[in-house]
């Protein structure tokens, strides 16, 4: 018996979990060590002092139940209230208790709860948080991925099916089935940067490519994705979300591409007011000289004959140039492509040098221009005010030598050529190599000029599709050179 008394004595010592007995009263007879670790007082401090006293006040009501319930004869597992520990904090307890009807004594055995309750507690945030994964899976526009970098396993959310058209069970459960859809001439940069993201220790990872959809096509997608690490900082798993971009990929390029032809038609509008300026002037003025030559010969009726039919030629060359310029400002305002139709290259030098004439001879300059008919399909209006402007400043910066200009072109199968080359002053290309072609840029001061006609010349170039550059060195004069692509018509 003695035995028996001292290896109990040793349980209620050693035992982790609180055993108590409590008589018909409510009074604790007899507890274990435990009470000092879980609820702080000493076995001494709880001994005839009613269990009720350390309960929780809103658990009384059920504290009395449970107890009720065993003295009633039934044992009770795991009944759960709140116990007072000394210093006042609250904590969980879990109860298992039998009665004994002879002695009537009430064996409990009583344990922190605090653990269960966290794990419950953390169970129902698990499953709150799974919910809430599940139900932000369906609603975004995203395609939301797991990968299990161990287990080499890949999850996809639904999203994935709804942008790319795959269904269920067509996306597959690893890497592959990943990076097998990534367009081939997108894959391996892809990995390799979500695999140096993974190696040097890095926790974000972005990039754009393309991705295949379930009929073939191929989405421009942005990929983000975070790297999970242990506690050693290799990398156990990441997570991440696939946006398709493709309709603001493309909404882009059509915002540019509108943005840059607005730009293109405001400059073609400014640019109109100095077309109007240059190529109007030599008709106006040969206009004006005919005028002035009728009204100081009127009394000779063969000049004024003569002079009416050059007034008829210069009024039909100066309607013809309002009529082009009107086309130019028509295409300005952006309702109209660029028309283009079959032009006679030679026609038009001549209508040039025409108008330039009384610039050419007051200069006794030499305009030498291609015998052999050339035809380009090209505008008309753009096509003069370039040769206008090369000529008229070839004979305007010329140097102390009888000006000469020479057009020279080439009619090639895939493009036409055509070198304006003059023996001027002559451009230091080094030193303005980067301001040539830019408006209001003047590379000559001995005569006055706003600095428009090479800006002009080859803005009307690039309309037309065309290039255009120029080699020149100083006192040697210049050579421009125009190309236009797949225009020849002989």
Known sequence: MENQKSE???????SLDMICTINEHGQFVRVSAAAYDILGYYPEELIGKHYMEFVYPEDHEKTQEFANKVMSGAPVCKFENCYIRKEGKVIPMLWSSNWDKEEKIMYCIARDGSAKRHAEELRVSLEEINLRYEYVTKATSDAIWDWNIGKSTLYWGDGYHTIFGYKPGENGKDLKSWSNRIHPEDAEVVIDSIQKVIETGETNWKYEYRFQRADGSYADVVDRGFVIRNEAGHATRMVGALHDISDRKK??????KFADDLYKRNRELQQFGYVVSHNLRSPVANIMGITSLMEAEKDDCEMVGHCIENLKISIVRLDDVIIDLSKILTLTDGRTEISTERVSLNEILGNVVGDLSEMIREAGAQVILPEKLVMLLSHKAYLYSIFFNLITNAIKYRSGKTPRVSIFIEAQTSQTVIQVADNGSGIDTVRYKDDLFKPYKR????????????FLVKSHVEALNGGINVTSELGKGCVFTVTFPNSTKD
């Open 8 to 14: 109990l004595d040793k349980i209620l010592e050693f």
């Open 251 to 256: 909404s882009l390029v059509q915002l540019k």
């Open 443 to 454: 590379f000559n001061n001995s005569k006055e000029g706003k600095g428009l006609g090479l």
